[in-house]
């Protein structure tokens, strides 16, 4: 059963002949916002992270200078764990492309409470998987 408009307090609709290219059109920058929306919120996230790493990182700097000194005086035994800004800095990578690496499984890593580290070892054998060998198709430059 169809009810009138009125009834409803609605005024009526106009007819669809053209509202849908219209709709389009007007919906277009809503949709542009939101994906400017979404990758601001990745960069929000990312901050965050670092900032809560930057927090969880105040309490450990007590003990990091003397884990190093363990670690240069050869008395192995020890983890060399890195934090995920000594691993981006040890890549020269951004945060946003190591967490992708980390969460993929490419990189090993560990969460200790709410801390993500990497073992120094893992890291060195991501990047040994990662070495360029070029083909051989080409012969090699006297």
């Given at each position: 059963?169809?009810f009138?408009?009125?009834?409803?307090?609605?005024?009526?609709?106009?007819?669809?002949?053209?509202?849908?290219?219209?709709?389009?059109?007007?919906l277009?920058?809503?949709?542009?916002?939101?994906?400017?929306?979404?990758?601001?919120?990745?960069e929000?996230?990312?901050?965050?992270i670092?900032?809560?790493?930057?927090?969880?990182?105040?309490?450990?700097?007590?003990?990091?200078?003397?884990?190093?000194?363990?670690?240069?005086?050869?008395?192995?035994?020890?983890?060399?764990?890195?934090?995920?800004?000594?691993?981006?800095?040890?890549?020269?990578?951004?945060?946003?492309?190591?967490?992708?690496?980390?969460?993929?499984?490419?990189?090993?890593?560990?969460?200790?409470?709410?801390?993500?580290?990497?073992?120094?070892?893992?890291?060195?054998?991501?990047?040994?998987d990662?070495?360029?060998?070029?083909?051989?198709?080409?012969?090699?430059?006297?």
């Amino acid at each position: 059963m169809f009810f009138s408009n009125e009834s409803r307090g609605r005024p009526p609709r106009k007819s669809l002949g053209r509202q849908p290219q219209h709709l389009k059109r007007a919906l277009e920058p809503l949709r542009q916002a939101l994906e400017s929306h979404h990758h601001s919120l990745g960069e929000l996230e990312s901050a965050l992270i670092e900032f809560e790493e930057a927090l969880g990182g105040q309490e450990e700097r007590p003990e990091r200078p003397q884990a190093q000194q363990q670690g240069e005086a050869g008395r192995g035994g020890g983890l060399d764990l890195l934090s995920i800004t000594e691993v981006c800095q040890e890549l020269g990578m951004g945060k946003s492309w190591v967490y992708r690496r980390i969460q993929s499984g490419e990189i090993p890593s560990v969460k200790l409470g709410r801390n993500i580290k990497v073992r120094r070892e893992d890291l060195q054998g991501y990047l040994e998987d990662q070495r360029y060998q070029p083909t051989t198709s080409e012969p090699a430059s006297e």
